[in-house]
């Protein structure tokens, strides 16, 4: 177990996060020649829930599920502008007022999320279980359950937390070899059976890709980790060209590279030092080397 590889997750998730955003808001056509947006690039709902992941890690060394959910509450009360969907603000804002969110949970759209929220901020989990996948998709799980009740919802955290654990210690394998290993972590049902798709589709068969396995266009978590797992199996060892092919798919395309990009960064140690530079500052505390020691 290591904080700094969580760290070094988080950065890297929230560089893709920050750098996806900007595309909502800047021509799509600087994607196909790879001109950075203007900086500085704003982060949003994606990492700052991922600052609360990393605290809890920090504190408990496991996902401690009432501290996290508190912790999240109390991160959305400070900071609420941050993008946020109607049903998490509406979940966070009665945990604030006392509400127990195991009662919250499961009442959010008829039966539970089944979002791609829980995903997109489930990287540093792997970061800090480097190495030990099956630890880190359970403490995935344990991270969506607050927020998403329904099993696909957790399935995508579960397929995350896994792929960033195995990507912190990268092998010579093949981008299928790499899907096909994180497979065994994940529940069967829809989210499984995007990554089975996902091994056939050829790693320059990026259109595919999109029209098979979904951008996020529906956020849900089966029709987003797929196409983020495709993105991260082939560009394992190439942070930037794995965040400009995973926004040439556009859809959510914040959560996507926060995904791939909080993955990704474990396989190549580090970032490149301008994306760092361009991104809004995260809060000193969550800084490489900082939180170890507080």
Request: charged share 15%.
């Amino acid at each position: 177990m290591t904080l700094n590889q969580a760290l070094l997750s988080l950065e890297g998730l929230s560089v893709g996060d920050a750098f996806g955003e900007c595309f909502f808001h800047y021509p799509t056509e600087m994607i196909a020649t790879r001109t950075f947006p203007p900086d500085p690039w704003r982060w949003t709902d994606d990492t700052h829930m991922a600052l609360s992941i990393v605290e809890v890690l920090r504190d408990y060394g496991y996902i401690h599920q009432d501290a996290l959910a508190q912790a999240f509450a109390r991160h959305h009360s400070e900071d609420p502008r941050r993008g946020y969907g109607g049903g998490a603000m509406r979940l966070l804002g009665r945990v604030s007022q006392g509400n127990d969110w195991h009662m919250v949970a499961p009442t959010l759209f008829q039966g539970g999320s089944y979002g791609n929220g829980g995903a997109m901020r489930a990287a540093p989990i792997g970061g800090y279980f480097a190495g030990y996948p099956g630890r880190a998709a359970h403490e995935g799980c344990r991270s969506a359950e607050i927020t998403h009740a329904h099993p696909e919802g957790q399935a995508g955290a579960m397929a995350v937390a896994a792929a960033a654990a195995i990507a912190a210690h990268p092998t010579k394998s093949s981008g299928a070899d790499f899907l096909t290993a994180v497979l065994p972590f994940v529940p069967i049902g829809l989210v499984y059976t995007g990554i089975e798709q996902a091994i056939d589709i050829p790693p320059d068969a990026h259109t595919v890709a999109v029209e098979q396995l979904g951008i996020g266009n529906r956020v849900s978590a089966q029709d987003t980790v797929p196409y983020c797992l495709w993105c991260t199996a082939h560009h394992l060892d190439d942070y930037e060209t794995a965040m400009w092919v995973t926004v040439a798919g556009l859809g959510d395309r914040d959560t996507t590279c926060a995904i791939v990009g909080g993955i990704v960064v474990l396989s190549v140690g580090q970032l490149p030092p301008e994306w760092i530079q361009r991104r809004e500052r995260l809060p000193e505390e969550f800084s490489t080397g900082q939180i170890a020691d507080s």
